[in-house]
């Protein structure tokens, strides 16, 4: 069931030109991705060799070719500091890595990026922020790498792009945690699940279409997913604070799912047109997910977000639909049941598309511009599609084939709303979930590792470190209700 190994990427490119002819001053990065001609000639395999006379670096070198192209894709983690292992700021740094560098671009690893196009999947619109490198790109590290990571002479240092903005532009309100929550190791727990309880303070409806997630201890904050809570059911909390939340909301109450923050995650922003509806009252749920790094006690006590609104209600409203277990959905294989030591053990949901329960006409105009995938770590793939009521035809959503709890988020698509995947009512969506409740699966190791246990166990639905979920949700502009 798993198509990961579609992805993996081994490209045999011929040298692109630009290692042939150098470039030199102008904008680099552009130079080394796209002016990087492929050349059909006999160029391959000579860059690193040709030019040890006369003074001329070889090329790739790290300051010529390399330094813009890590800067560019890698230094949003990869910073003494940042949430990567390991930095590449300095040429020694990065040098050191070269060959893992080379390895894990090819595999398609790094930058880390899980919304995939497969065998089974090809999603009809690009996704936003989709940090891929070019194949140019990734030969260009692997040339360097096996030059043996040359240098290059600093005179020639290219400029360096300026490290994207992660700033969300003029933002309406930003709201801090209310108290501190502090995290240490213990034993084989490094994780846990805190959930925090955010007021925006609008006193009337507003359209929400910015939204930033602002980590306030980065060397704890490992990832975040963001709901709305319409009835403020979390308002009670002691200092906004609820501890061990798992991978819920802490609340009864329902909430939708709008946004997922990672590590250099980018701002959220709507297409233009689309709001995200947040009622008056409502208030915003952070299930953080704290990573203790072992140096004992750890606070945080700045985690804030920042939105941006309007009290206007745009062309479309935005709604946040969760599907699949536990939300709404038909089960087709279930009640969600993953026997100890199953390997590839399906689930499948189908929802029939509907507004309230009721069908809705075709007036009205329901376009999908955000999508995201949620499981716990005995999933290894998801999948969700759309099959057209009429034409019986299937539109791929999402496909994580390679499931990482570790990397969750929102994928919203690079285009206008109206060129947005369309459905109608009595349209279906699907989901699949993969999960694999084996020691082969590192996710399971884990888990079992933090409880107690040595050997799988049967799996359920439910919100426990050992139980799993199957969620799909679906961002919906709407326009003509
Ligand atoms: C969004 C944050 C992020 C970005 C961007 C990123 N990395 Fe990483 N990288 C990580 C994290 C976190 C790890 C630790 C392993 C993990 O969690 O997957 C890692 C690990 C690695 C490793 C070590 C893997 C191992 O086997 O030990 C290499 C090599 C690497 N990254 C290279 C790169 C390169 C090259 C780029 C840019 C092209 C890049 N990374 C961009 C976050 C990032």
Redesign the pocket.
Do not use: K, Q, R, Y
């Given at each position: 069931m798993c198509e990961n190994q579609a992805m993996i990427r081994r490209v045999a490119l011929p040298v692109p030109l630009v290692l042939l002819l150098g470039c030199s001053g102008g904008d680099q990065t552009s130079a080394a991705t796209a002016t990087a001609t492929e050349s059909d000639t006999a160029a391959t395999g000579t860059a690193a060799t040709d030019s040890t006379t006369g003074g001329e670096a070889t090329r790739p070198n790290w300051h010529q070719d390399v330094a813009p192209?890590?800067t560019r894709?890698?230094l949003?983690?990869?910073t003494s500091g940042?949430?990567?292992?390991?930095s590449?700021e300095t040429y020694a740094e990065a040098a050191a890595?070269s060959p893992?560098?080379a390895?894990?671009?090819e595999a398609g690893?790094?930058?880390?990026w899980h919304a995939l196009e497969t065998d089974v999947c090809q999603p009809a619109l690009p996704y936003e922020h989709d940090?891929r490198?070019a194949a140019d790109e990734i030969q260009l590290?692997r040339e360097w790498a096996d030059a043996g990571a040359p240098e290059g002479d600093p005179a020639l240092a290219a400029p360096l792009p300026d490290p994207q903005s992660l700033d969300l532009p003029n933002p309406t309100t930003t709201v801090k945690m209310g108290g501190t929550v502090t995290v240490e190791a213990a034993g084989n727990t490094l994780d846990y699940f805190h959930c925090l309880s955010l007021d925006p303070g609008h006193a009337s409806d507003v359209f929400v279409d910015g939204l930033q997630l602002i980590p306030g201890n980065r060397a704890i904050v490992h990832h975040v997913l963001i709901y709305v809570d319409e009835s403020a059911a979390s308002a009670s909390w002691p200092n906004g604070i609820k501890t061990n939340c798992g991978g819920g909301t802490g609340v009864a109450a329902p909430t939708s799912l709008i946004a997922g923050w990672?590590?250099?995650?980018l701002p959220m922003t709507t297409p233009s047109d689309v709001g995200i509806a947040l009622p008056a009252g409502a208030r915003l749920i952070l299930n953080v997910h704290y990573h203790a790094t072992g140096g004992g006690p750890e606070s945080d006590d700045g985690t804030a977000v920042a939105l941006r609104w309007s009290a206007t209600p745009p062309d479309y409203v935005s709604i946040f639909k969760l599907l699949g277990e536990p939300a709404e959905a038909t089960p087709l294989t279930g009640p969600l049941m993953i026997p100890a030591n199953e390997k590839d053990h399906v689930e499948d949901y189908e929802w029939t598309v509907s507004y309230g329960g009721q069908p809705f006409p075709d007036s009205i105009e329901a376009r999908i511009w955000a999508v995201a995938h949620h499981m716990h770590k005995v999933g290894i793939d998801m999948r969700m599609w759309v099959i057209d009521r009429d034409t019986k035809e299937e539109t791929c959503l999402l496909h994580t084939p390679r499931w990482?709890f570790?990397?969750q988020r929102v994928y919203e698509y690079d285009a206008p709303v109206g060129d947005a995947v369309r459905v109608k009512a009595g349209d279906t969506i699907r989901l699949r979930c993969v999960y694999d409740n084996s020691l082969d699966n590192p996710g399971v190791q884990q888990v079992l590792a933090e409880v107690g246990l040595d050997a799988p166990v049967d799996v359920k639905a439910g919100e426990g470190t050992l139980d799993e979920m199957c969620i799909g949700a679906i961002g919906v502009a709407i326009r003509g209700l």
């Open positions: 192209l890590i894709s890698c949003g983690c990869h940042g949430i990567a292992p390991f590449m890595w893992l560098i390895d894990d671009v690893l790094m930058p880390p940090p490198l590290l990672v590590p250099g995650g990482d570790d990397w």
